[in-house]
């Protein structure tokens, strides 16, 4: 299984960016799909989920400004986000994993593939 995120960049304070996650080895659709970020010196933070039901879960701060949503012919994942702020500044990670329930969606150790991460700076 391999995970590709790209999409990453330097934009404005109030821009937008779409991240892509391209999926290969993935044997069924019926996994859930994560993006994580990790600023320097901070932990690696939650910040959306789609499960294989279409269903969508967001950390509180991204609410109304980001969308994850899936393309399951492409074996993409997207991460639209808009009304980029500074604190989004991080590197975006995204994941996967067919064993997830919804209770720890938000925790990356239940995630067992990674892509390699793309770096999201937000000038203010």
């Known amino acids: 299984v391999q995970l590709q995120a790209s999409g990453g960049g330097l934009v404005q304070a109030g821009g937008s960016l779409r991240l892509s996650c391209a999926t290969s080895?993935?044997?069924?659709?019926?996994?859930?799909m994560a993006w994580f970020r990790q600023a320097p010196g901070k932990e690696r933070e939650f910040v959306a989920a789609?499960?294989?039901?279409?269903?969508?879960h967001y950390v509180d701060s991204v609410k109304g400004r980001f969308t994850i949503s899936r393309d399951n012919a492409k074996n993409t994942v997207y991460l639209q986000m808009n009304n980029l702020k500074p604190e989004d500044t991080a590197v975006y990670h995204c994941?996967?994993?067919?064993?997830?329930?919804?209770?720890?969606?938000?925790?990356?150790?239940?995630?067992?593939?990674w892509g390699q991460g793309t770096q999201v700076t937000v000038s203010s």
């Open positions: 994941a996967g994993d067919s064993g997830v329930i919804l209770s720890s969606i938000k925790l990356p150790d239940q995630y067992d593939y």
């Open positions: 080895g993935l044997t069924s659709n019926r996994y859930t």
């Open positions: 789609i499960r294989w039901t279409s269903s969508t």
